[in-house]
């Protein structure tokens, strides 16, 4: 069982930057690949970004160049540094954590077994 807890989120103006983090219990957090998600109000959730239990990582489109994420495996936490946000950034994060096999499947939210509550983030034009 692992348990996600993100923080971070807030209200910032367009071309601030916002960190997300996401604490995780349990011994085997190094295994996990880890994702980023965010679901928009009136929108389907979409991936944003994950990273391998070996570091490798996978970006949407609409974030590339702009989000970085991380982990730290001694810590167990996962982070998702935000630059240059956009008003059509504003979202809830979500993190996620799950045994991926293959790299194909890390943007596809069935494949994470565990989920944190979310965080808000809000630009402003």
């Known amino acids: 069982q692992v348990q996600l807890i993100e923080s971070g989120g807030g209200l910032v103006q367009a071309g601030a930057s916002l960190r997300l983090s996401c604490a995780a219990s349990?011994?085997?957090?190094?295994?996990?690949?880890m994702g980023w998600f965010r679901q928009a109000p009136g929108k389907e959730r979409e991936f944003v970004a994950a990273?391998?239990?070996?570091?490798?990582?996978y970006y949407a489109d609409s974030v590339k160049g702009r989000f970085t994420v991380s982990r730290d495996n001694a810590k167990n936490t996962v982070a998702l540094q935000m630059n240059s946000l956009k008003p059509e950034d504003t979202a809830v994060y979500y993190c996620?954590?799950?045994?991926?096999?293959?790299?194909?499947?890390?943007?596809?939210?069935?494949?994470?077994?565990?989920w944190g509550q979310g965080t808000q983030v809000t630009v402003s034009s």
């Open positions: 349990g011994r085997t957090f190094s295994m996990y690949a």
């Open positions: 996620a954590a799950g045994l991926v096999p293959r790299a194909d499947l890390l943007s596809t939210g069935r494949s994470y077994n565990y």
């Open positions: 990273i391998r239990s070996g570091g490798s990582t």
